[in-house]
């Protein structure tokens, strides 16, 4: 996907700079002192190698939560009959009918798909969705929750509004108008979480 406000475009865009070897030696470090670890992205599910990392991350006695755009399935699936993710955080980007203006991509039905999944698991989770007014409305937002209670789907919907900073992947106002809590529907509990 290539969302606007992605805040990490060196990951999505493939420049990277922190190796597994370094990453292990920072985790072995902090054992004891930390209690998990956060997987995201991009999107982490891509890493062919997420199975052995998530793994070996377990071993040194950390959780790991990952933050996933719901594009993988089959990965997040593996992952969850595997025991080897403790949390997950699956952001929904956009209704079916801004999906593809909002992610320059067609992985709608594979968020719906993992969206189902998760549903099905034990594994604990949260939905979200950050929020700029450029690219959502309060019709919109209702439209995903509607989607949300199709699906199942009883926890918290977490709003997060879209906070500027200077490395995104596009050209955003730096200072969008706020959702109108006032037009969003009552038959889901939505939170905003700043």
Sequence with gaps: MRCSYCYNPHIVLGSGNIGVDELFDFLRKRTGRLEGVVLSGGECTLYPEISEFCYD???????????????????????????????????????????????FSNFYDAFVCSLQILQSNSVPFEVRTTVHTDLL??????????????????????????????????????????????????????????
């Design 57 to 103: 991350i377990k071993e040194f006695g950390f959780k790991v939560k990952i933050d996933t755009n719901g594009s993988n399935p089959k990965v997040l699936n593996s992952l969850l009959k595997d025991a080897l993710i403790d949390f997950v955080s699956l952001d929904f980007k956009a209704p079916k009918t801004l999906f593809k203006s909002v992610t």
């Design 137 to 194: 409305n309060e019709q919109a937002i209702n439209e995903m929750a509607d989607v949300l209670l199709e699906n199942g789907y009883e926890g918290i919907y977490y709003l997060q509004n879209y906070l500027h900073t200077e490395q995104t992947l596009g050209n955003l106002s730096a200072n969008p108008k706020k959702i109108d809590k006032i037009l969003l529907v009552d038959k889901i509990k939505i939170e905003f979480r700043n």
